[in-house]
């Protein structure tokens, strides 16, 4: 019997998933279950279906929608469970549970003895599951509970190691920063339960007048900025780095941090009805990519310049957002999410191998003692800053090629070419003083690197950083920018090339531990001073403002007016006037008898 293409990707999609569900219910993910069945294995199996449902996609584009369950049913409001398998959502589950995988298997190798691994290994496939329900969802109200699963789950995993204060206080500013960003999904929510009928993305609001539809346009991208962690809503995501090296992979890669430009990419129907949205993404966009890649540059903790490169390719999709290519900013997300996992490995096997070691003043000479970290994070840097055929130059080399295309919009463009940039400065920088010539100054423990839940990791993410841009290019087709000039293609080799210049220069000029650097290194460090005025100054100034006032106007003002000082006043006050009245004259009685006798007759 034929089966028709839709059905497959149904069914491939639903024995997916309900794999992944019973990976993070199995007992004990340390041990193997009958027939060697362990948590990573399903997580590979379940990649594996969703390869049949990714093939005919890319082959014969088309949309599946599904409503297999019933949510709620309330008068007229019926919400039910509707998927939405195209091509986009089928290949960034594919991507997702690929990288999940690898992830998975390296925590086995990251976290060996810890007692609480079996929860840790559930909230990481609860993450990779409320990315999933986020992505494949058709309805506003399935967009939230994955919205709110992917927040939810970043503030546990973030806060992991609960004994540690910087942590918990992680894992808060995370909540904070999201939850304040989340209040435009709330608006959004409510623009389209007052005006619609319908809640499924596809047609929720257009039939109503402009201008809900352009508060609703602004409520999701308040909500997008925030999750993507762009410019003003940024410190949480190198705060989070206090989080498992694993979590950070799987954060900054595939769940959370892209899921505001997937909220994006998923209204984009709607953005050219409000141009001025488009404008507003290239300019948040290119602002948090050139802050980000500044202060990249002058970082020394291995976590946060990665982190901290995650923010900037950010800022990158969001500005293709602006653009108007949104299938080109979900292909850099596709093909970062690799190379971004395989970075984040790379320095979880360094920390491992280190004692827990972050300061890159610190490593060195670690090129023979890891070899195979070593050439896996000097192939995710190559990478990340777009060294042509590996997975980054395809999708950036769309982004810059499509913005050099129109001068329209200078400045933003400028911003967004310039941390491009920057990123081969940081890049190299990290990889030259970390396998630098020069001996570590922490002992090393290069034997672990035999492990194959090290290598196993890095080789599979590695194949995606070299492949994967040229493996989905073809379904990109469509929306191939024009040849590229040659006075292009050269200005970005000279870029490339100065930037190479500057790293060397910038790393002579990298102070010692014990001596402080340079006021702009600690401008750059210290993000801008953004933070000292968010954290600090803005709290402390409020309080002044609002505490001078009140010890004026109640502590020192009306609280001893009328409070226990007032009435110990009046009760002196009182008690002097009976004092007075009693004086032994008999002149005094016999005048106070007289007006007490007048008042008496008046009233009578």
């Not at 990251?110 to 496939?125: A, D, G, I, V």
């Not at 009046?570 to 032994?584: E, F, K, R």
Request: net charge neutral.
């Amino acid at each position: 019997m034929y089966l028709q293409p839709q059905t497959i990707i149904l069914t491939s999609f639903i024995i997916s998933f309900i794999l992944l569900l019973l990976a993070s219910m199995i007992p004990q993910p340390d041990t193997k279950m009958h027939m060697g069945i362990t948590p990573t294995s399903l997580m590979k199996t379940s990649f594996v279906l969703t390869l049949p449902a990714t093939l005919i996609l890319l082959m014969n584009p088309q949309t599946v929608d599904s409503s297999p369950l019933n949510w709620l049913s309330v008068e007229t409001l019926s919400l039910q469970m509707n998927l939405h398998l195209d091509i986009v959502s089928m290949i960034f589950v594919s991507v997702a549970t690929f990288i999940t995988s690898a992830i998975l298997e390296f925590s086995t190798y990251y976290m060996p003895t810890n007692k609480q691994k079996k929860t840790f290994l559930r909230l990481l496939l609860l993450f990779l599951l409320a990315m999933i329900v986020l992505v494949t969802a058709n309805n506003l109200f399935q967009l939230l509970v994955g919205w709110e699963g992917v927040g939810l789950l970043s503030f546990l995993l973030i806060g992991w190691w609960s004994t540690r204060a910087k942590a918990n206080l992680a894992a808060l500013q995370a909540m904070m920063y999201n939850r304040l960003a989340d209040m435009g999904m709330l608006l959004a929510s409510a623009v389209v339960a007052l005006s619609s009928s319908s809640w499924t993305l596809n047609s929720m609001i257009l039939s109503t007048d402009e201008h809900l539809v352009k508060l609703f346009l602004l409520g999701c991208l308040t909500a997008a900025v925030g999750k993507s962690a762009q410019f003003l809503f940024h410190p949480w995501l190198p705060a989070a780095m206090e989080g498992p090296t694993p979590v950070s992979a799987l954060l900054h890669s595939s769940t959370m941090v892209v899921a505001g430009v997937f909220l994006l990419l998923r209204m984009a129907y709607m953005i050219p009805l409000f141009p001025a949205m488009q404008m507003m993404m290239m300019n948040i966009g290119a602002l948090t990519s050139l802050f980000a890649a500044t202060t990249a540059i002058a970082q020394f903790d291995l976590k946060k310049i990665i982190a901290l490169s995650t923010t900037s390719q950010l800022g990158l999709m969001m500005f293709a957002m602006g653009l108007g290519l949104p299938v080109v900013a979900f292909f850099h997300m596709c093909t970062h999410g690799f190379f971004k996992a395989l970075l984040f490995l790379c320095s979880g096997s360094i920390m491992h191998n280190t004692s827990d070691e972050q300061d890159i003043r610190k490593l060195g000479g670690l090129n023979k003692m890891l070899p195979m970290t070593t050439a896996c994070i000097s192939l995710g840097s190559f990478a990340l800053f777009g060294v042509p055929f590996l997975a980054g130059f395809y999708s950036k080399h769309f982004i810059l090629e499509m913005a050099a295309s129109s001068f329209t919009n200078l400045m933003p463009i400028t911003l967004a070419i310039t941390a491009t940039g920057l990123t081969t400065m940081y890049s190299l920088r990290m990889m030259l003083t970390c396998f630098s010539s020069n001996s570590s100054s922490v002992p090393l423990n290069p034997a672990s690197e035999e492990d194959s839940a090290l290598t196993n990791p890095l080789k599979l993410l590695s194949i995606g950083a070299a492949t994967s841009g040229a493996l989905l290019l073809p379904s990109y087709t469509p929306w191939q920018p024009p040849s590229s000039p040659a006075s292009f293609m050269t200005g970005l080799l000279i870029l490339t090339l100065l930037m190479v210049m500057m790293t060397h220069v910038l790393l002579n000029k990298i102070e010692p531990i014990n001596k402080t650097p340079s006021k702009t290194f600690q401008f750059l460090t210290q993000y801008w001073l953004y933070q000292n005025i968010t954290h600090f100054f803005i709290p402390s100034s409020t309080l002044f403002m609002s505490l001078t006032p009140m010890t004026r106007l109640l502590d020192q003002g009306w609280g001893e007016t009328i409070g226990a000082q007032g009435m110990n006043a009046s009760s002196h006050l009182t008690t002097n006037l009976i004092q007075n009245t009693q004086s032994g004259l008999a002149k005094q009685y016999l005048a106070l008898i007289i007006v007490f006798a007048l008042i008496c007759l008046l009233i009578l």
